[in-house]
């Protein structure tokens, strides 16, 4: 007689949206960051970013299966809804910071990245 194994389900109840990620791997694993970052006052109103993290760690073989079901369940939902495309609040957004960017000289030619701004 074959004994029913029993499963335990831990259910986070606390859902993160996220409007940045970071993929990076290793030999034996992906690294995805799901990030969200957004501004907030302090009681005493100053600004500060407060970014949440969700660090999920796949075998390559596991990786290639999340992408193939989120492909098609993008197809899927424009199929439905139609072609996905950028809020038009960003698109003025990356306008406005490119028009920025043209008018600042660059202070020096290094090519460090820049991860402040």
Known sequence: MEKEMQGIQNIDHSPMLSNQQTVSHQPDRFIIDFKGVFPQ????????????HKVILM?????????????????????????????????IAKKDRDK?????????????PSYMG
């Open 59 to 91: 075998d390559p073989h596991v990786a290639l299966e999340f992408f193939k079901t989120l492909e098609t369940n993008i197809k899927r939902f424009e199929e439905k809804f139609g072609k996905i495309k950028p809020p038009k609040a960003l698109e």
């Open 41 to 52: 006052f302090t009681p005493d109103n100053n600004p500060q970013m407060v970014i949440n």
């Open 100 to 112: 920025k960017a043209k008018g600042k000289k660059k202070k020096s030619s290094s090519s460090k």
